[in-house]
């Protein structure tokens, strides 16, 4: 049996919790770990290197069917919250150290648990963006049933932010560890770098999902008015219905040569274009932490987002101007990107102070803090460190 097994619904979704297992696997296995990834959905490694740039991958995989991203929205979330927390069970009766990296979904049943967002069971109970939702309310009611079967197990809890962090100490009553995910600042850096002249341009990066607050956008872009858009989406077959209201406002307010939609851009394309850009803004008013946020900074965009959630508490430490700009409605967003696009200063040393912000959240703080809290969890379990030694390898 694999040292340590680590459970996933699946990385083909490719958003920020896959960039965290993903991260993770290549951690633990360039520490000497064998590692088994478990999913429920075959992994399209081919599709995730093109997205992601280069991928270190498990020493072994399983998984339960070929395809669940072909589904529609609600069969989809249906199967991945009923089958995920069957399959974590069946892994952690076998033995062995479990890492669950889809916390929000499932919290228990796993020796560790990282938190990527608000957790579904919580939905109706926090500003989630999907708390009136017949799909989540659907999901948070199964996965209560299902986390009552079998013997209970608390996981051990790792927080993608702060603003979890209270979350799952306020309402859930449990403790857990800060542990920012990774971000390969230096790969965004150095691209930028190269970059002698910026565009008017204004970038959003997101799944293409209902609760992003994507419909935003379209209202910004009509009142920022001498300024380009793109949306960087991320779609499936899920996305559809998504994808129809963005487009349905762009053409309503008639600024279809202003706001453009680039679906599921390769890894190269996707840093040039954010090397470009002026702006980053991001919509998710209840969103955990914001990876792209911070990729974004790092290719020396200035933030600006909903004065709410990870990205205001953890990457802008709740203070206007210091890293980025904040915002609570469309007319306060359109305000302050005419303001930055008017005073080349400020612009300048935005870009600065935000690219020297991103450097907190470095790969190589992730891999330190992640390390050291998996080590000693086998310690705990007894199970070796390590298949071979540094010398050996």
């Given at each position: 049996?694999?040292d340590?097994?680590?459970?996933h619904p699946?990385?083909?979704?490719?958003?920020?919790?896959?960039?965290?297992?993903?991260?993770?696997?290549k951690?633990?296995?360039?520490?000497?770990?064998?590692?088994?990834?478990?999913?429920?959905?075959?992994?399209?490694?081919k599709?995730?290197?093109?997205?992601?740039?280069e991928?270190?991958?498990?020493?072994?995989?399983?998984?339960?069917?070929?395809?669940?991203?072909?589904?529609?929205?609600?069969?989809q979330?249906?199967?991945?919250?009923?089958?995920?927390?069957?399959?974590?069970?069946?892994?952690?009766?076998?033995?062995?150290?479990?890492?669950?990296?889809y916390?929000?979904?499932?919290?228990?049943?796993?020796?560790?648990?990282?938190?990527?967002?608000?957790?579904?069971k919580?939905?109706?109970?926090?500003?989630?963006?999907?708390?009136?939702?017949?799909?989540w309310?659907?999901?948070?009611?199964?996965?209560?049933?299902?986390?009552a079967?079998?013997?209970?197990?608390?996981?051990?809890?790792?927080?993608?932010?702060?603003?979890?962090?209270?979350?799952?100490?306020?309402?859930?009553?449990?403790?857990?560890?800060?542990?920012?995910?990774?971000?390969?600042?230096?790969?965004?850096?150095?691209?930028?770098?190269?970059?002698?002249?910026?565009?008017?341009?204004?970038?959003?990066?997101?799944?293409?999902?209902?609760?992003?607050?994507?419909?935003?956008?379209?209202?910004?872009?009509?009142?920022?008015?001498?300024?380009?858009?793109?949306?960087?989406?991320?779609?499936?077959?899920?996305?559809?219905?998504?994808?129809?209201e963005?487009?349905?406002?762009?053409?309503?307010?008639?600024?279809?040569?202003?706001?453009?939609?680039?679906?599921?851009?390769?890894?190269?394309d996707?840093?040039?274009?954010?090397?470009?850009?002026?702006?980053?803004?991001?919509?998710?008013t209840?969103?955990?932490?914001?990876?792209?946020?911070?990729?974004?900074?790092?290719?020396?965009?200035?933030?600006?987002?909903?004065?709410?959630?990870?990205?205001?508490?953890?990457?802008?430490?709740?203070?206007?101007?210091?890293?980025?700009?904040?915002?609570?409605?469309?007319?306060?967003?359109?305000?302050?990107?005419?303001?930055?696009?008017n005073?080349?200063?400020?612009?300048?040393?935005?870009m600065?102070?935000?690219?020297l912000?991103?450097?907190n959240?470095?790969?190589?703080?992730?891999?330190?803090?992640?390390?050291?809290?998996?080590?000693?969890?086998?310690?705990?379990?007894?199970?070796?460190l390590?298949?071979?030694?540094?010398?050996?390898?």
């Amino acid at each position: 049996m694999a040292d340590i097994i680590i459970a996933h619904p699946s990385l083909n979704r490719g958003g920020g919790a896959e960039k965290v297992c993903l991260a993770l696997t290549k951690t633990l296995v360039d520490a000497g770990y064998s590692i088994r990834l478990a999913t429920l959905e075959r992994t399209d490694w081919k599709m995730l290197e093109k997205r992601f740039g280069e991928i270190t991958r498990p020493n072994s995989e399983t998984y339960f069917t070929n395809s669940i991203s072909n589904l529609s929205m609600l069969p989809q979330a249906a199967v991945t919250v009923s089958l995920f927390s069957l399959m974590l069970l069946h892994l952690k009766r076998k033995g062995g150290t479990l890492i669950n990296t889809y916390g929000d979904l499932i919290e228990g049943l796993a020796d560790l648990a990282y938190v990527n967002a608000i957790p579904i069971k919580l939905s109706h109970r926090v500003s989630s963006g999907l708390s009136h939702s017949f799909i989540w309310r659907a999901s948070a009611c199964i996965y209560n049933e299902l986390s009552a079967i079998g013997p209970p197990h608390r996981s051990l809890l790792i927080s993608n932010s702060k603003f979890i962090q209270y979350i799952l100490l306020k309402i859930l009553g449990r403790n857990s560890i800060i542990i920012h995910p990774p971000v390969d600042v230096d790969v965004f850096m150095k691209r930028s770098q190269s970059r002698k002249k910026r565009e008017n341009l204004v970038i959003t990066v997101s799944r293409l999902r209902p609760g992003k607050g994507l419909s935003i956008i379209p209202k910004v872009a009509n009142l920022a008015k001498e300024i380009e858009f793109i949306l960087l989406g991320i779609a499936d077959r899920a996305s559809k219905t998504t994808l129809k209201e963005i487009n349905t406002l762009i053409k309503h307010f008639k600024i279809d040569d202003r706001v453009k939609i680039l679906l599921n851009q390769e890894f190269n394309d996707y840093v040039d274009i954010l090397s470009s850009a002026t702006l980053y803004l991001h919509t998710q008013t209840s969103e955990a932490f914001g990876i792209s946020v911070v990729e974004a900074m790092a290719a020396g965009c200035i933030p600006l987002v909903p004065r709410s959630g990870g990205p205001w508490v953890d990457i802008l430490s709740c203070t206007q101007g210091l890293y980025g700009f904040s915002y609570h409605n469309e007319v306060e967003a359109a305000t302050i990107i005419n303001m930055l696009l008017n005073n080349k200063s400020l612009r300048r040393e935005a870009m600065e102070k935000v690219r020297l912000r991103a450097l907190n959240f470095n790969r190589s703080v992730f891999e330190r803090k992640i390390l050291n809290v998996i080590d000693k969890l086998c310690e705990k379990t007894r199970l070796p460190l390590k298949m071979w030694s540094d010398k050996e390898r």
